[in-house]
Nanobody, 120 residues
């Protein structure tokens, strides 16, 4: 499975961005897709995840209410981010896996990451 993330960029505090992630290859066993983010010197942090059907969504503690994960189909997801803060600055990674939703070890496949920078 290959994951391609896009949509990152530079935005001012309070602004919005939408990230996209497309999966290709043998995706039939993928039950969950999600987003994590990472800053230098820190571990990868869970942002949001969504089930294959789109019926279940999960969010990290500081994201719910500002971030919305959605699914276009079995292979494409989005992360709509509003009211962005400088502390949201990070590389955002798309992930996909058969199991689980909130831990990095539960994901089998990772995209290359897309940089989100929020200026103050």
């Amino acid at each position: 499975v290959q994951l391609q993330a896009s949509g990152g960029g530079l935005v001012q505090t309070g602004g919005s961005l939408r990230l996209s992630c497309s999966a290709s290859g043998r995706t039939s066993n993928i039950n969950a897709m999600g987003w994590f983010r990472q800053t230098p010197g820190h571990e990868r942090e869970f942002v949001a995840a969504i089930s294959r059907s789109g019926g279940a969504t999960y969010y990290g503690d500081s994201m719910e209410g500002r971030f919305t994960i959605s699914r276009a189909n079995a292979e494409r997801i989005y992360l709509q981010m509003v009211s962005l803060k400088p502390e949201d600055t990070a590389v955002y990674y798309c992930a996909a896996g058969e199991l689980g939703y909130t831990e990095t070890y539960e994901y089998d496949f990772w995209g290359q990451g897309t940089q989100v920078t929020v200026s103050s």
